[in-house]
């Protein structure tokens, strides 16, 4: 049965997938989108299934790059129903000595709290925050364009040689690690930075983590870690809204199995109850191995890419814990301002080692964490006085050859024994920074790799980023060298719409973004 016909189809009412059909529609396309699940969002949702007084972010949950993103920010979301929210502190650090590592979203009260841990590290920080001043807006804008960004990259080039020289390039490109080490004496700040490098799936000792975790410490720093008020998924039915109001239409459960393609180009793409969608375009908001393991016929597929597959990395799975309390976290020792976002690592050198053991397919016996206290947050998302937590850890991905770091008990099935003993191991964590947590839980939920593919076919075993962020697959590299970092398949009239598109993982819509712009380009060109 076929289906009206579309000047494009996106695949996939993700993020990504929302903002190319809006960069279309805002171009007078027709557009329609496919999602396979009952409701938009992708990776940006919110439910209340854990507890219906509790709003839970079903996956992402915190926007910096939301809200520097010139992309999600042209799209003028705050008219659609987005309302920010801020916690009083962006980012705390907490360790077992009491001790906690702020970042605050005024600077000086930031270097305040670093001085006063170590004098002489809050002006340190203060210069690193001015430094970002000068570069950060260049190197922002062209990370998130098309590669290669030629006035982009001229722009950030020129902002980093003017305000560093040849130093401040070696520092952007050296391990975290090192860098970290040279700028500050004591251990807070670089707790700060590194547990931003640690969002990824870069060891603190390669290249690239000082980039990725100065990125988002200083995103943190200028703009804050912010979260749409109600929760995740009213940042997905915003851009849902202004797509409609463009006349752009969604259908949910509606799963693509394939893209067909004629005479050498894209004319539409099929779903599993039989219907066929005709277009010349097909932007694809689709994890890499789906889209060309899948979805298009391996004759169809460029020699390039086909050549390419065998390299494609994920980043690792990952283990998400959301808890309902019955009250605040009872933190042992209280932080000067309630944080949002929390890392917890004892160390430097422990989250290097759980970093280094995941790309080595080994189960953290001490997971690095990454929790988001979202009442403290946003107060609409549970009662007053309750809080509405989560924590997710990074767990080498399904497979064989995966092996127990702790105590054997977690096999890497990542069945529902693997996923509540690893949530038992986060717990214990928690429970040792704020004794009594146990007794504040009402309700916990456990999403494992399996469950979050599920939920989201992109997020393979678990995948948060649409393939690993390491050097080797990025910018030119990603997701394949064959295709040089941009959109553009091969295959006329396809374009890589996902995270598995440079620049990569993260909700800044600029994968979706530069997909829509390709298509538009070549069209005007005639060509596609």
Not at 22 to 51: F, I, K, M, T, Y
Not at 240 to 267: H, K, N, P, W
């Amino acid at each position: 049965m076929a289906r009206e016909r579309h000047h494009a189809v996106v695949i996939g009412a993700g993020p990504n997938g929302l903002v190319a059909a809006n960069v279309l529609a805002d171009a007078g396309w027709s557009v329609q989108v496919l999602e396979a699940q009952p409701e938009v969002g992708g990776a940006v949702r919110s439910d209340r299934e854990l507890d219906p007084d509790f709003v839970h972010d079903t996956f992402s949950a915190f926007y910096p790059l939301g809200a520097a993103s010139p992309v999600m920010k042209a799209m003028d979301l705050e008219r659609y129903g987005v309302r920010w929210r801020h916690a009083p502190a962006v980012l705390g650090h907490a360790l077992p000595d009491g001790r906690w590592a702020l970042l605050h979203r005024d600077r000086d009260v930031t270097a305040a709290g670093l001085d006063a841990a170590h004098p002489g590290d809050g002006e340190a920080w203060l210069e690193l925050v001015e430094m970002w001043d000068r570069i950060g807006d260049p190197i922002l804008q062209a990370m998130l364009t098309p590669f290669p960004p030629v006035r982009g990259g001229v722009r950030a080039a020129t902002a980093v040689l003017r305000t560093g020289g040849v130093d401040l390039v070696r520092t952007l490109v050296a391990p975290a690690m090192a860098i970290l080490q040279e700028r500050f004496a004591g251990d807070l700040p670089r707790l700060l930075v590194a547990g931003n490098a640690g969002h990824a799936d870069i060891p603190l000792t390669a290249p690239g983590s000082t980039l990725f975790g100065l990125l988002l410490a200083m995103l943190g720093q200028t703009v804050g870690f912010p979260v749409p008020e109600g929760g995740a998924g009213r940042l997905s039915e915003a851009l849902a809204r202004r797509l409609q109001e463009r006349g752009g239409t969604i259908t949910c459960d509606q799963e693509v199995v394939r893209i067909d393609v004629e005479g050498g180009r894209v004319s539409g793409v099929r779903t599993a109850d039989g219907a066929r969608y005709p277009a010349r375009r097909v932007l694809a908001d689709v994890a890499f191995p789906t889209l060309f393991g899948r979805l298009v016929s391996p004759e169809n597929l460029p020699r390039r890419v086909r050549r390419g597959m065998p390299g494609f990395r994920l980043d690792p799975g990952t283990v998400k814990v959301d808890w309902a309390l019955d009250g605040p976290v009872p933190w042992a020792s209280t932080p000067a301002y309630a944080p949002g976002t929390v890392h917890i690592a004892d160390s430097l050198a422990e989250m290097d080692q759980v970093l280094t053991q995941l790309a080595a397919g080994v189960i953290p016996a001490k997971p690095f964490m990454l929790a988001g206290q979202m009442t403290t947050s946003d107060p609409t998302r549970s009662p007053a006085g309750t809080e509405a937590l989560w924590a997710y850890a990074h767990v080498p991905q399904p497979g064989s050859g995966v092996t127990d770091g702790g105590d054997g008990s977690v096999h890497g099935r990542w069945d529902h024994d693997d996923k509540e003993r690893f949530a038992d191991r986060m717990q214990a964590r928690l429970e040792r920074l704020a004794p009594g947590f146990g007794s504040r839980i009402r309700a916990r939920r456990v999403l494992g790799p399996v469950e979050m593919e599920q939920r989201d076919a992109n997020l393979i075993g678990g995948a948060l980023g649409g393939g690993t962020a390491q050097v080797d697959q990025e910018l030119f590299f990603r997701p394949v060298a064959g295709m040089l970092g941009r959109a553009g398949t091969g295959i006329p009239g396809l374009y890589l719409a996902s995270s598995a598109a440079h620049p990569g993982g993260g909700v800044h819509g600029a994968c979706g973004a530069n997909a829509a712009r390709a298509a538009l380009f070549r069209a005007r060109l005639g060509r596609q």
